[in-house]
């Protein structure tokens, strides 16, 4: 599911876990239904795919690397 994130963004997200609601039971596929609004609701949030598309990072090494190198400067 990381690599369809990171390679696919939401659409390959809402494939693959439409695909694996098939053969669960009913409060199995409520979550997984859950897992997919939360998706929809923070899809601004987790373009992954649209940011490293564009080159940009997605993590926060850049800001934590950045914030050290500050409180080393003011310590």
Do not use: P, T
């Not at 494939?15 to 929809?40: I, N, P, T």
Request: glycine share 14%; hydrophobic share 40%; aromatic share 6%.
């Amino acid at each position: 599911m990381r690599n369809v994130l990171l390679s696919e963004g939401l659409s390959g997200m809402e494939r693959e876990l439409s695909l694996l609601k098939v053969g669960l039971k009913e409060w199995q596929v409520k979550s997984v239904d859950s897992l997919l609004e939360y998706f929809h609701g923070n899809a601004g949030r987790l373009d992954y795919y649209g940011r490293l598309a564009s080159g940009r990072a997605i993590g926060s090494g850049l800001i934590e690397s950045a914030c050290k190198s500050l409180v080393g400067l003011c310590s």
